[in-house]
């Protein structure tokens, strides 16, 4: 045969084939204007199957701690909160509380708080506490065994009886757990004559990170606790660090990394002492103060702890 013959034989064979092709699959090419990729619909599910994991495991490592220190002026507010589990301890001064309230509720989304503590019946302490108590549904009360006849004090009294509300003493070495915050009292004082020193002193641990709360408790009330577990990461320095308290005993002993100071702007009490400023400086201590840092927000994952400041204008 031919060369010419061949070439024509052959292009007849693969005429053929390509009819033979285009009538076994043209129709279901026409039907789907995009053929099916099956490698890639695999792909897909993979990536999709993954993506489910992947945030199922990032919910299960997101658990966070998280620790408001409010700028309140003058005055003490914390709010501490995980996984929806809220602790509040003290809400600052009288014209604070309807600014808390506001915060909590529009910026926080807050419905509810677990545990409030009035630490001390000071008014720069428990004055808002009224306006929390009138505006959320609370578990529980803390407030130490002691009376005073202030205005301020009867406001709070009023609110937890119109709620119906009990008022829970707390005992020294008393613990409670929420989530996975443990909380334990250090202590609680009766001292009438001196309120600052009825404080109740708070720990909390957060897996492997500490935090102790000292409000108002003098150097008479830390050398009470030097026997205790006081060793802790953060340290909120008692009463705006004055001079009645941060002993250098008591510093050496909670050994903290970082100390937060709740204190107003320019305050007539000319708070915090210089001398507490220079004992949290000499041990490397990182100050953080709402005077100058506004808000200061803790977060945890219970191994490491950042911070991050806010201007909350909570402040009355």
């Known amino acids: 045969m031919s060369k010419k013959k061949l070439n024509k034989v052959l292009n007849k064979i693969i005429f053929v084939l390509i009819i033979f092709i285009f ?182 641990k957060y897996d492997n990170t500490s935090y102790l709360f000292m409000e108002d408790a003098s150097k008479k009330t830390e050398k009470k606790l030097l026997k205790k577990d006081i060793t802790s990461d953060v340290i909120k320095i008692g009463h705006h660090g004055s001079e009645y308290s941060t002993s250098e005993d008591f510093l050496n002993k909670v050994n903290p990394k970082y100390a937060i100071i709740q204190v107003g702007k320019n305050n007539i009490y000319k708070h915090p002492n210089k001398e507490t400023l220079e004992k949290l400086n000499k041990n490397n201590i990182k100050i953080y103060r709402t005077d100058i840092n506004g808000t200061i927000k803790i977060i945890s994952d219970g191994k490491n702890i950042s911070f991050k400041t806010i201007n909350t204008k909570i402040d009355g």
Do not use: C, R, W
């Open 23 to 204: 009538l076994a699959y043209g129709k279901q090419i026409l039907l789907d204007k995009k053929p099916i990729n099956i490698k890639e619909d695999i792909n897909i599910k993979d990536k999709n199957n993954s993506d489910k994991d992947e945030t199922k495991e990032n919910n299960k490592d997101n658990k966070k701690l998280e620790i408001y220190f409010f700028d309140v002026g003058q005055a003490d507010s914390i709010l501490i909160n995980e996984e929806n589990s809220t602790v509040l301890i003290d809400a600052g001064n009288n014209k604070d509380g309807k600014n808390l309230v506001e915060y909590l509720k529009n910026d926080l989304k807050l419905e509810k708080i677990n545990i409030v503590i009035g630490t001390h019946p000071h008014e720069d302490h428990i004055g808002g506490l009224d306006e929390v108590i009138n505006n959320f549904d609370i578990d529980k009360v803390y407030l130490p065994d002691v009376i005073t006849t202030t205005k301020t004090f009867e406001d709070v009294l009023n609110s937890i009886e119109k709620k119906k509300y009990k008022i829970i003493i707390p005992k020294i070495n008393e613990e409670f757990k929420l989530n996975n915050m443990n909380f334990k009292i250090l202590y609680t004082g009766t001292d009438e004559k001196n309120l600052n020193d009825s404080s109740i002193v708070l720990k909390l």
